[in-house]
């Protein structure tokens, strides 16, 4: 047990330490940083808030009371006649100018806006004239403070989600599109690891004193166990970076809202992903790491650590070709037959789970045929795993031997 | 005891050992000679049970599995060290593979014995070849194996670090491990090893002491100084050949041992001589007698 503990150990620090998997690691959040300040850059420069504008009016009150009105846009107060607003909107020193008057209990407003990104739009000035408007229209009807006040009642008005089948199927679909997804990019990145891990082993003498030191069944459970741990890694990493960001997205508006907006959706494609599919997700990308430890194993030239994945990454590829073709038929028998086999199972069962077309015997079926095709394969690998490292040099030596002679 | 019973070994329709037998016991060291490709780093791989053979191999009457393996020391013929490990992981690791729990202030030690340019928190890739061999004993030998196995292990050694390996090898034979290595280098296996085993094409060609070895093919080589020419000693009775060393110095190859005596009173006709010296063939000389008539 200790020495299959070292070889984990070894590898998996090995691993862990080197820049592809801090890259793989921090990439994505980098990636997500890198976005959310280009976006925060955007909307800074978007952000009517910084916008200057002049009013022009008439009636130096309806301009002071739209001054008072407004807390969103800087007025520029110096500025007093269009010609000169025009002027300085033209040279971009202002974002626009507004002139406001009023005609018989009627504002009239007209905004002349810039080119800049910032300039306000309707959006901005509507609500300081509206306010405007009806202190104007409560001037004019002559109402108390309690008639006001008795128009300024809103209605209560709350939105409640009623989830349907429709909303559960694209929930379902969602989820789905997220295992697979993450199933074969988990598969491709972790295939070619395994795959470099064994090529460079076998183009290494080390070998031969590893194998000197223990068996090679043990030292090719170790190996496995060691990627296995990585990926558990790396979705921790992610698990956890979530619970760092939860309650800083909250203070961001824009992400605060598209997360109240989506609560529902999130914890359902959670839910989903952490049950059954989770499994599926561990599993199968296990027996795909053995298959490209085995291609790594069988290379004949320790350089080309590509090649060694080439083969597990075409099942993936063909396995997630299919599953995307298949995303809305889980009925289907080709669906229901590639549910059972290895290597497949691991996106047309979740296919079928999400479908809803599927009892947990069958599920408990798939996974136990999955968990009994991996044994076997580390088994098998294992078995022959110290002769296929070692062919190599094998080769080599006849070789020499057959020159020599 | 390393007993190798009736060992042979094909690869396809090659025969890289050819019923090989022998031993080494505790406290011997046992040197294997032979040319590239003669089968040595295979009977190597076939004591490590890298792959399989046929016949048997067994250490203290045991199969060489499981626990067995912690106590063997195996130096590889080409330097096996991952490059981006310091020193410490790297012994550590090897060290933790053979149940060994190398402590860093032992490791210390041993680099400072070695005398290894660099500290435990080097980089193995930083170091020179030959501190990287250095290292690569280090991992062979600290966990004190009772049997060790060394493919070449003065390859890539000055003769100064090469005489700090031999002095680790000694000392290791002191406590009683058994050691077998194989060398081109007749010199470093003359010098150290109790047995030599030769083997040639898979099959073993010569095996026994090292001085038995040596005088089983008589005492024929002559050291002789003196004012004769290279074709008057030439012409004496009894030479095969004569091989001018130095001026005045020469090697002449007797026929016989016997030769020596009739040479002597021909030579020194009751005249002072420098030197007059009749030795055994040394195991160079063997080595390259015995490769030339196998492969004839």
Same mark, same amino acid.
């Given at each position: 047990m200790?020495k299959?503990?070292?070889i984990?150990?070894?590898?998996?620090?090995?691993?862990?330490?080197s820049?592809?998997?801090?890259?793989?690691?921090f990439?994505?959040?980098? &990636?997500?940083?890198i976005?959310?300040?280009i976006?925060?850059?955007?909307?800074?420069?978007g952000?009517?808030?910084?916008?200057?504008?002049?009013?022009?009016?008439?009636?130096?009150?309806?301009?002071?009371?739209?001054?008072?009105?407004n807390?969103?846009?800087?007025?520029?107060?110096?500025?007093?006649?269009?010609?000169?607003?025009?002027?300085?909107?033209?040279?971009?020193?202002?974002?626009?100018?507004?002139?406001?008057?009023?005609?018989?209990?009627?504002?009239?407003?007209?905004?002349?806006?810039?080119?800049?990104?910032?300039?306000?739009?309707?959006?901005?000035?509507?609500?300081?004239?509206n306010?405007l408007q009806?202190?104007v229209?409560?001037?004019?009807?002559?109402?108390?403070?309690?008639?006001?006040?008795?128009l300024?009642?809103?209605?209560?008005?709350?939105?409640?989600?009623?989830?349907?089948?429709?909303?559960?199927?694209?929930?379902?679909?969602?989820?789905?599109?997220?295992?697979?997804f993450?199933?074969?990019?988990?598969?491709?990145?972790?295939?070619?690891i395994?795959?470099?891990?064994?090529?460079?082993?076998?183009?290494?003498?080390?070998?031969e004193? &590893?194998?000197s030191?223990?068996?090679?069944?043990?030292?090719?459970?170790?190996?496995?166990?060691?990627?296995l741990?990585?990926?558990?890694t790396?979705?921790?990493?992610?698990?956890?970076?979530?619970?760092?960001?939860?309650?800083?997205?909250?203070?961001i508006?824009?992400?605060?809202?598209?997360?109240?907006?989506?609560?529902?959706?999130?914890?359902? &494609?959670?839910?989903?992903?952490?049950?059954?599919?989770m499994?599926?997700?561990?599993?199968?990308?296990t027996?795909?790491?053995?298959?490209?430890?085995?291609?790594?194993a069988?290379s004949?030239?320790?350089?080309?650590?590509?090649?060694?994945?080439?083969?597990?990454?075409?099942?993936?590829?063909?396995?997630f070709? =299919?599953?995307?073709?298949?995303a809305?038929?889980?009925?289907a028998?080709?669906?229901? &037959? =590639?549910?059972?086999?290895?290597?497949?199972?691991?996106?047309?069962?979740?296919?079928?789970?999400?479908?809803?077309?599927?009892?947990?015997?069958?599920?408990?079926?798939?996974?136990?045929?999955?968990?009994?095709a991996?044994i076997?394969?580390?088994?098998?690998?294992?078995?022959?795993?110290?002769?296929l490292?070692?062919?190599q040099?094998?080769?080599k030596?006849?070789?020499?031997?057959?020159?020599?002679? | 005891?390393?007993?190798?019973?009736?060992?042979?070994?094909?690869f396809?329709?090659?025969?890289?050992?050819? /019923?090989?037998?022998?031993?080494?016991?505790?406290?011997?060291?046992?040197?294997?000679?032979?040319q590239?490709?003669?089968?040595?780093?295979?009977?190597?791989?076939?004591?490590l049970?890298?792959?399989s053979?046929?016949?048997n191999?067994?250490?203290?009457?045991?199969?060489?599995?499981g626990?067995?393996f /912690?106590?063997?020391?195996?130096?590889?013929?080409e +330097?096996?060290?991952l490059?981006?490990?310091?020193?410490? +992981?790297?012994?550590?690791?090897?060290?933790?593979?053979?149940?060994?729990?190398?402590?860093?202030?032992?490791?210390?030690?041993?680099?400072?014995?070695?005398?290894?340019?660099?500290?435990?928190?080097?980089?193995?890739?930083?170091?020179?070849?030959?501190?990287q061999?250095?290292?690569?004993?280090?991992?062979?030998?600290?966990?004190q194996?009772?049997l060790?196995?060394?493919?070449?292990?003065?390859?890539?050694?000055?003769?100064?670090?090469?005489?700090?390996?031999?002095?680790?090898?000694?000392?290791?034979?002191?406590?009683?491990a058994?050691?077998?290595?194989?060398?081109?280098?007749?010199?470093?296996?003359?010098?150290?090893? /109790?047995?030599?085993?030769?083997?040639?094409?898979g099959?073993?060609?010569? +095996?026994?002491?090292?001085?038995?070895?040596?005088n089983?093919?008589?005492k024929?080589?002559?050291?002789?100084?003196?004012?004769?020419?290279?074709q008057?000693?030439?012409?004496?009775?009894?030479?095969?050949?004569?091989k001018?060393?130095?001026?005045?110095?020469y090697?002449?190859k007797?026929?016989?041992?016997?030769?020596?005596?009739?040479?002597?009173?021909?030579?020194?006709?009751?005249?002072y001589?420098?030197?007059?010296?009749?030795?055994?063939?040394?195991?160079?000389?063997?080595?390259?007698?015995?490769a030339?008539?196998?492969?004839?």
């Open positions: 200790s299959l503990w070292t984990i150990s070894e590898t998996y620090l090995r691993q862990v330490k820049w592809s998997f801090l890259s793989l690691i990439g994505p959040f980098l &990636i997500l940083a976005g959310m300040g976006g925060y850059f955007t909307a800074s420069n952000d009517s808030s910084t916008a200057k504008i002049v009013v022009v009016s008439s009636q130096p009150a309806l301009k002071q009371a739209f001054i008072s009105q807390k969103k846009l800087k007025v520029e107060t110096a500025v007093t006649s269009s010609k000169q607003a025009e002027k300085l909107t033209k040279k971009d020193d202002l974002q626009g100018y507004l002139v406001l008057n009023e005609k018989q209990g009627r504002l009239q407003a007209e905004f002349y806006q810039g080119d800049s990104d910032n300039a306000p739009d309707k959006e901005d000035l509507a609500p300081s004239i306010a009806t202190a229209n409560v001037q004019q009807a002559r109402l108390t403070v309690k008639q006001v006040q008795e300024q009642t809103r209605p209560q008005l709350k939105i409640k989600q009623v989830t349907g089948k429709a909303n559960d199927t694209t929930i379902k679909m969602i989820t789905f599109m997220v295992v697979i993450v199933v074969y990019f988990v598969i491709l990145i972790y295939s070619s395994m795959a470099q891990e064994v090529v460079a082993d076998k183009g290494h003498k080390i070998i004193i &590893i194998f030191s223990t068996t090679p069944e043990k030292y090719f459970c170790g190996k496995v166990i060691a990627i741990l990585m990926i558990i790396q979705m921790l990493s992610y698990i956890a970076f979530g619970l760092i960001a939860w309650p800083f997205a909250q203070h508006k824009s992400a605060r809202n598209w997360l109240t907006a989506n609560q529902s959706l999130i914890r359902q &494609i959670l839910h989903n992903l952490l049950g059954s599919a499994l599926y997700i561990i599993l199968g990308v027996a795909y790491v053995i298959l490209a430890a085995y291609f790594g069988i004949k030239s320790s350089a080309n650590a590509s090649q060694a994945a080439q083969w597990p990454t075409m099942i993936c590829v063909v396995a070709i =299919l599953a995307l073709t298949y809305t038929q889980p009925h028998v080709l669906v229901k &037959i =590639l549910s059972y086999v290895p290597l497949f199972s691991s996106y047309f069962m979740p296919l079928r789970v999400f479908g809803g077309n599927v009892n947990v015997i069958e599920i408990m079926g798939s996974l136990l045929l999955l968990m009994v991996i076997l394969a580390v088994y098998y690998i294992g078995k022959s795993y110290g002769r490292m070692l062919q040099d094998w080769s030596r006849k070789l020499s031997l057959f020159r020599r002679n | 005891m390393l007993k190798i019973d009736h060992v042979s070994k094909n396809g329709e090659l025969a890289a050992l050819k /019923d090989v037998s022998f031993t080494v016991e505790p406290g011997q060291i046992l040197g294997l000679i032979g590239n490709g003669a089968g040595k780093s295979t009977l190597f791989h076939s004591i049970n890298l792959f053979y046929e016949g191999i067994t250490w203290q009457d045991q199969m060489i599995t626990s067995a /912690d106590q063997i020391g195996y130096l590889p013929e +330097r096996s060290l490059p981006n490990l310091t020193i410490e +992981r790297q012994i550590k690791y090897l060290a933790k593979l053979k149940d060994f729990n190398a402590s860093s202030s032992l490791i210390d030690d041993w680099l400072k014995r070695f005398e290894v340019k660099g500290d435990r928190k080097t980089k193995i890739k930083l170091l020179s070849k030959g501190n061999q250095k290292v690569q004993l280090i991992c062979t030998l600290i966990h194996p009772k060790i196995i060394l493919d070449e292990p003065f390859s890539g050694l000055d003769p100064v670090n090469a005489e700090l390996l031999k002095q680790a090898i000694l000392s290791a034979k002191e406590n009683g058994a050691i077998i290595f194989s060398s081109h280098n007749m010199a470093n296996v003359e010098e150290v090893c /109790d047995q030599l085993v030769m083997l040639n094409l099959e073993i060609v010569l +095996r026994g002491n090292v001085n038995e070895v040596r089983q093919f008589g024929i080589n002559l050291f002789v100084t003196t004012d004769w020419t290279e008057q000693l030439a012409e004496l009775t009894g030479v095969k050949s004569v001018k060393l130095l001026p005045q110095h090697l002449l007797l026929l016989t041992p016997e030769a020596g005596k009739q040479i002597f009173i021909q030579l020194t006709q009751g005249q001589i420098e030197q007059f010296s009749q030795e055994a063939l040394s195991l160079d000389e063997i080595f390259r007698m015995k030339g008539k196998s492969n004839e």
